[in-house]
């Protein structure tokens, strides 16, 4: 990261500049803690004040009202616990954002303004997971596609839009999106 190798083990620092956003928010946040609980646990870990302030800014920037400070996890939809678990990641104000199929639990609108606002606002680097092509265009400047763990193909954004695949496998991938796309009946059950 950065031009500099890791190093295991990886240090608090690692963290700080390095967050996860899992596909399942139900599973990865705990159900007895309250979101301001959730929200203020990577602060005080890290030792850093004014968690308050920052739990109110982290849920307004994800678009969520901040009386949800003191809701616990079950009294959320599955879109609202995403948005949790993104502004947890957001907490440490990272560098890096891993994002595993981040916005699997939102509908398309709140995709768009939850992505849009952290693009523009955070100026961050995402490694992002992802089947939804159109995530994947918005949201990617390069797309790697892997098969069975291994890189086939790098793709420029110009290149994924205009379908400019070189291997076989890639463009197999993307028929098979653009016919989900089209056709919802065609997902895999």
Not at 48 to 74: C, E, M, N, Q, W
Not at 78 to 92: S, T
Not at 144 to 171: I, K
């Amino acid at each position: 990261i950065g031009g500099e190798g890791l190093r295991m083990p990886r240090g608090p620092g690692f963290s700080r500049r390095v967050q996860m956003v899992f596909q399942d928010p139900y599973a990865s946040l705990h159900p007895r803690h309250t979101i301001d609980r959730t929200l203020s646990e990577p602060l005080a870990i890290h030792g850093i004040g004014g968690s308050d302030a920052k739990v109110v800014k982290a849920l307004t920037d994800v678009g969520l009202p901040t009386s949800f400070r003191f809701r616990y996890p079950h009294q959320l939809s599955g879109g609202q616990r995403q948005r949790v678990a993104i502004a947890r990641a957001l907490m440490l104000e990272p560098e890096i954002l891993l994002l595993d199929e981040p916005t699997s639990a939102l509908d398309a609108s709140v995709q768009a303004e939850v992505l849009n606002r952290l693009r523009a606002e955070r100026g961050l680097t995402f490694l992002m997971v992802s089947h939804d092509l159109a995530v994947i265009d918005h949201m990617c400047d390069r797309v790697l596609v892997m098969q069975h763990g291994r890189a086939v193909e790098e793709l420029a954004r110009d290149d994924l839009a205009a379908a400019r695949m070189t291997t076989a496998y890639a463009r197999s991938l993307f028929e098979a999106s653009a016919d989900r796309m089209l056709d919802p009946a065609k997902a895999p059950a």
